[in-house]
Protein backbone atom coordinates (compact mmCIF):
# COMPACT_ATOMS: atom_id res chain seq x y z
CA UNK A 1 0.00 0.00 0.00
CA UNK A 2 1.00 3.50 -0.79
CA UNK A 3 0.08 7.13 0.26
CA UNK A 4 -1.08 8.77 -2.53
CA UNK A 5 -2.11 12.25 -3.67
CA UNK A 6 -4.88 12.61 -6.35
CA UNK A 7 -7.02 15.90 -7.55
CA UNK A 8 -10.73 15.73 -7.40
CA UNK A 9 -12.77 18.23 -9.55
CA UNK A 10 -16.56 18.79 -9.55
CA UNK A 11 -17.28 20.49 -12.98
CA UNK A 12 -19.66 22.69 -13.73
CA UNK A 13 -22.44 20.59 -14.43
CA UNK A 14 -22.33 19.20 -11.35
CA UNK A 15 -21.99 22.57 -9.67
CA UNK A 16 -25.35 23.31 -11.32
CA UNK A 17 -27.17 19.75 -10.47
CA UNK A 18 -25.86 20.56 -6.47
CA UNK A 19 -24.25 17.01 -6.30
CA UNK A 20 -21.58 18.62 -3.82
CA UNK A 21 -23.17 17.00 -1.38
CA UNK A 22 -23.96 13.49 -2.52
CA UNK A 23 -20.16 13.60 -4.63
CA UNK A 24 -18.54 14.21 -0.79
CA UNK A 25 -20.63 11.45 0.86
CA UNK A 26 -19.48 9.01 -1.83
CA UNK A 27 -16.12 9.74 -1.87
CA UNK A 28 -16.48 9.53 2.12
CA UNK A 29 -16.44 5.90 1.79
CA UNK A 30 -12.75 5.98 1.00
CA UNK A 31 -11.59 7.12 4.30
CA UNK A 32 -9.58 9.87 2.43
CA UNK A 33 -8.43 12.55 4.10
CA UNK A 34 -8.69 16.39 2.23
CA UNK A 35 -5.76 18.27 2.15
CA UNK A 36 -6.84 20.78 0.02
CA UNK A 37 -10.41 22.19 -1.35
CA UNK A 38 -10.94 25.29 -3.06
CA UNK A 39 -13.66 27.18 -5.36
CA UNK A 40 -12.09 28.11 -8.79
CA UNK A 41 -12.97 30.49 -11.53
CA UNK A 42 -11.48 28.39 -14.06
CA UNK A 43 -9.85 30.59 -17.09
CA UNK A 44 -9.21 29.60 -20.49
CA UNK A 45 -5.51 28.95 -20.12
CA UNK A 46 -6.32 26.68 -16.54
CA UNK A 47 -8.94 24.57 -18.71
CA UNK A 48 -6.30 24.40 -21.67
CA UNK A 49 -3.61 23.28 -19.67
CA UNK A 50 -5.54 20.82 -18.12
CA UNK A 51 -6.86 18.88 -21.05
CA UNK A 52 -3.36 19.58 -23.05
CA UNK A 53 -3.27 16.15 -23.20
CA UNK A 54 -6.20 16.07 -25.44
CA UNK A 55 -5.54 19.15 -27.45
CA UNK A 56 -5.63 17.46 -31.15
CA UNK A 57 -8.67 15.72 -30.46
CA UNK A 58 -12.32 17.16 -32.56
CA UNK A 59 -13.39 17.93 -28.77
CA UNK A 60 -11.04 19.62 -27.40
CA UNK A 61 -12.84 23.06 -27.92
CA UNK A 62 -15.86 21.57 -26.70
CA UNK A 63 -14.53 20.55 -23.39
CA UNK A 64 -12.51 24.12 -22.43
CA UNK A 65 -15.72 25.92 -22.70
CA UNK A 66 -17.07 22.44 -20.57
CA UNK A 67 -14.59 23.26 -18.08
CA UNK A 68 -14.96 26.75 -17.93
CA UNK A 69 -18.58 27.02 -17.63
CA UNK A 70 -19.47 27.90 -20.69
CA UNK A 71 -21.68 25.16 -21.47
CA UNK A 72 -23.97 25.67 -17.74
CA UNK A 73 -23.58 29.32 -17.44
CA UNK A 74 -21.50 28.77 -13.97
CA UNK A 75 -17.68 29.72 -14.23
CA UNK A 76 -17.02 27.13 -11.20
CA UNK A 77 -15.41 24.03 -10.55
CA UNK A 78 -14.82 22.77 -7.00
CA UNK A 79 -10.99 21.27 -6.67
CA UNK A 80 -10.21 19.04 -4.06
CA UNK A 81 -6.93 17.36 -3.07
CA UNK A 82 -6.96 13.87 -1.59
CA UNK A 83 -4.51 11.65 0.02
CA UNK A 84 -4.27 7.85 1.87
CA UNK A 85 -3.41 4.08 0.75
CA UNK A 86 -3.93 3.82 -2.88
CA UNK A 87 -5.64 7.31 -3.41
CA UNK A 88 -6.24 6.99 -6.92
CA UNK A 89 -7.59 4.09 -7.52
CA UNK A 90 -10.20 4.07 -4.71
CA UNK A 91 -11.65 7.97 -5.79
CA UNK A 92 -11.73 6.30 -9.45
CA UNK A 93 -13.30 3.28 -8.29
CA UNK A 94 -16.07 5.53 -6.81
CA UNK A 95 -16.41 8.65 -9.53
CA UNK A 96 -16.63 5.52 -12.21
CA UNK A 97 -15.55 5.31 -16.01
CA UNK A 98 -14.81 8.74 -17.74
CA UNK A 99 -17.58 7.85 -20.26
CA UNK A 100 -20.46 7.92 -18.04
CA UNK A 101 -22.48 5.34 -20.55
CA UNK A 102 -19.63 2.66 -19.57
CA UNK A 103 -19.64 3.64 -16.00
CA UNK A 104 -21.52 1.68 -13.51
CA UNK A 105 -24.72 3.10 -12.80
CA UNK A 106 -24.11 3.56 -8.66
CA UNK A 107 -21.07 5.17 -9.74
CA UNK A 108 -20.46 9.25 -9.41
CA UNK A 109 -20.88 9.18 -13.32
CA UNK A 110 -22.74 6.46 -13.74
CA UNK A 111 -25.37 7.96 -12.04
CA UNK A 112 -24.97 11.61 -13.18
CA UNK A 113 -23.21 11.80 -15.98
CA UNK A 114 -24.22 11.76 -19.96
CA UNK A 115 -22.75 12.59 -23.22
CA UNK A 116 -23.61 15.63 -25.30
CA UNK A 117 -24.88 15.31 -28.65
CA UNK A 118 -21.17 17.15 -29.92
CA UNK A 119 -19.52 13.73 -27.93
CA UNK A 120 -18.55 15.54 -24.93
CA UNK A 121 -18.37 13.25 -21.78
CA UNK A 122 -20.47 15.49 -18.98
CA UNK A 123 -19.45 13.66 -16.23
CA UNK A 124 -19.42 15.68 -13.67
CA UNK A 125 -16.41 15.02 -11.96
CA UNK A 126 -12.51 14.69 -12.98
CA UNK A 127 -10.46 12.10 -11.43
CA UNK A 128 -6.39 12.17 -11.78
CA UNK A 129 -5.70 8.18 -13.53
CA UNK A 130 -2.11 8.02 -12.18
CA UNK A 131 0.52 9.30 -9.50
CA UNK A 132 2.28 11.45 -12.26
CA UNK A 133 -0.79 12.55 -13.74
CA UNK A 134 -2.12 13.47 -10.08
CA UNK A 135 1.50 15.14 -9.58
CA UNK A 136 0.99 17.43 -12.62
CA UNK A 137 -2.67 18.49 -11.98
CA UNK A 138 -2.32 19.14 -8.00
CA UNK A 139 0.91 21.15 -9.31
CA UNK A 140 -1.50 22.77 -12.02
CA UNK A 141 -4.74 23.84 -9.77
CA UNK A 142 -2.84 24.46 -5.93
CA UNK A 143 -0.15 26.47 -4.65
CA UNK A 144 1.94 24.64 -1.75
CA UNK A 145 0.53 27.49 0.56
CA UNK A 146 -3.27 26.03 -0.71
CA UNK A 147 -2.54 22.77 1.03
CA UNK A 148 -1.97 21.16 4.94
CA UNK A 149 0.40 19.02 3.95
CA UNK A 150 3.96 19.22 2.35
CA UNK A 151 3.31 16.70 -0.71
CA UNK A 152 6.18 17.90 -3.47
CA UNK A 153 9.28 19.55 -2.60
CA UNK A 154 8.97 23.43 -2.87
CA UNK A 155 11.83 26.13 -2.99
CA UNK A 156 11.00 29.81 -1.47
CA UNK A 157 11.39 32.71 -4.19
CA UNK A 158 11.29 36.39 -4.10
CA UNK A 159 9.07 38.01 -6.53
CA UNK A 160 8.91 41.78 -7.15
CA UNK A 161 6.74 43.69 -9.12
CA UNK A 162 3.79 41.06 -8.95
CA UNK A 163 0.27 42.79 -9.24
CA UNK A 164 -2.44 41.50 -6.76
CA UNK A 165 -5.93 41.59 -6.59
CA UNK A 166 -6.28 42.48 -2.96
CA UNK A 167 -9.60 43.50 -0.98
CA UNK A 168 -10.23 47.39 -0.57
Do not use: C
Not at 39 to 67: C, G, M, T, W
Amino acid sequence: MSIEQTLLLIKPDGLLKSLTGNILTGLSRTKLIIVGAKVVRVSKELAEKHYEHLKDKPFFNELIRYLMGELHQTNRVVAFVYQGENAIKKIRDIVGDTNPENANPVSIRGAYGRITTAGVFENVVHASSSMENAEHEIKLWFQPNELVEDLYPTKEVTITQKKEIVWA
